[in-house]
């Protein structure tokens, strides 16, 4: 068993049978790669990153890097101690809480657009509050901000709530055992214990924020330069100039993979470090 364990994983030439046994692996990875290449090529070939100069992409883009990393800012500060109760408490209730949390991962994003409206809407049932306090959310950047937080949070809470739960408890034991309380106990050895997971699921809410549009669109609109995000920018092109929908998913596409490489790369360095 041992020997073919070994030919099969460090064998340089695959024999036919198991060429068999990966074909199916194979047209999976040509249906992941192919229109993505498409689409690289079909931008690159045309010079469609030119287009990026246009005023509409301009502010679409400069309005997804303002409101995603301000959605992240606000999971980073209302997520981390969310995560931290979450990894080190038993409570009840909790196992309720976390699938609250985590609901919105596996929500469709229209389901997500319409519960926001319904919610903080002008005829939600939030609506009529929050207009005698004199606020309105839909159609307005803050509806953008609050659109993206409420699909990407859940991504940056789940990660690192694994990186806090990861942590050993003896280490945990000896810190209190030294008189540390809570708060130097989180400050000084859990957070930095948990950088890594935290930075990464950082990186992906920013990804997941970025990319937002069904739910974005149905609570927020798509006004040029207040609520139209690049996904939005997108869908508008391909009515009205496919060539910056091009351009804008280049960007995407780009922004994507290096942020799931720097992710990647974290992850390969604490399996590393681990070992």
């Given at each position: 068993?041992?020997q ?20 199916p ?40 890097l ?41 929500l ?42 409420f ?104 922004v ?20």
């Amino acid at each position: 068993m041992s020997q073919l364990r070994k030919s099969f994983f460090h064998s340089k030439v695959l024999p036919f049978t198991e060429w068999l046994f990966i074909l199916p692996s194979l047209l999976l990875l040509a249906l992941l790669a192919l229109p993505i290449l498409a689409l690289l090529w079909r931008a690159g070939a045309a010079g469609m990153l030119l287009f990026l100069t246009q005023p509409g992409a301009v502010a679409a883009l400069r309005l997804s890097l303002l409101t995603s990393s301000l959605s992240v800012l606000i999971a980073i500060l209302t997520g981390t101690p969310l995560a931290f109760v979450l990894a080190r408490r038993k409570f009840t209730g909790k196992t309720i809480l976390e699938l609250v949390i985590d609901l919105p991962i596996v929500l469709p994003p229209s389901v997500a657009g319409i519960a926001l409206l319904i919610a903080f809407g002008r005829q939600g049932v939030f609506g009529s509050t929050l207009s005698s306090l004199g606020i309105t959310l839909p159609f307005t950047t803050t509806a953008v901000i609050l659109a993206q937080t409420f699909v990407s949070a859940p991504l940056f809470v789940r990660a690192a709530r694994i990186g806090f739960a990861e942590i050993d408890h003896q280490i945990v034991e000896a810190a209190y055992v030294e008189g540390s309380n809570e708060w130097q106990l989180f400050r000084f050895l859990m957070f930095p214990l948990a950088g890594r997971a935290i930075l990464s699921g950082a990186i992906l809410a920013w990804t997941r924020a970025i990319g937002e549009f069904g739910a974005t669109i149905l609570f927020a609109g798509n006004l040029e330069g207040v609520t139209q995000t690049m996904p939005l920018a997108i869908y508008l092109g391909l009515e009205r100039s496919l060539s910056i929908a091009l351009a804008l998913s280049t960007v995407l596409v780009f922004v994507s993979f290096l942020l799931l490489l720097v992710t990647r790369r974290l992850e390969n360095h604490k399996d590393g470090s681990s070992s």
